[in-house]
């Protein structure tokens, strides 16, 4: 099952390269307080561990390995990465998709959670169907109106069956 067609590995190349330059600039605010060699050993090691768990969400959501049993770990792991802040007394994951869609990197696991829910058999909204399909939100409605996806509205949303969502995937 393909959850998203349009990323390839051009695109997972970009991604890798927006987070070297992420990894970078971060390290450069911390240069006066760790040394030279192991800044860079720890860059490495860093970035190599997350490529490798990155590439096997990217695999699956190309159809190319089963589901990833770590998925959910893998996941949490770079939301905390980027969301949690050691410097605050709460570990508050509170995330700003809006925001965060706009990097690779938020896209990305953002397509990895909505693809993960329907495999779980969980309903998605109309937003979160158009972001796995590169559409926009209007888009899907006009498919759902047009009859060619099921969906029920819930007050000013529309939901998509799971089986109707990943169909429309197919």
Not at 1 to 19: A, C, G, R, T, Y
Not at 44 to 72: C, M, V
């Amino acid at each position: 099952m393909i959850f998203v067609k349009h990323l390839d590995e051009k695109w997972f190349n970009s991604l890798m390269q927006e987070i070297n330059n992420a990894y970078q600039s971060l390290f450069q605010k911390f240069s006066g307080l760790v040394g030279m060699d192991f800044r860079d050993l720890l860059i490495q090691q860093s970035l190599s561990s997350l490529e490798g768990d990155l590439y096997l969400i990217y695999q699956w959501l190309q159809g190319k390995i089963d589901r990833p049993a770590e998925i959910g770990e893998i996941i949490q792991n770079v939301l905390e990465i980027v969301w949690v802040n050691p410097f605050l007394p709460n570990d508050s994951t509170d995330i700003i998709w809006d925001i965060w869609e706009q990097t690779k990197l938020g896209y990305f696991i953002r397509c990895a959670i909505i693809s993960n829910s329907l495999w779980a058999g969980c309903d998605i909204n109309a937003k979160q169907l158009s972001i796995l399909v590169n559409m926009t939100p209007n888009g899907i409605i006009r498919h759902i109106k047009k009859g060619k996806l099921k969906a029920d509205k819930v007050g000013k949303e529309w939901i998509i069956p799971a089986d109707s969502a990943i169909a429309f995937l197919g």
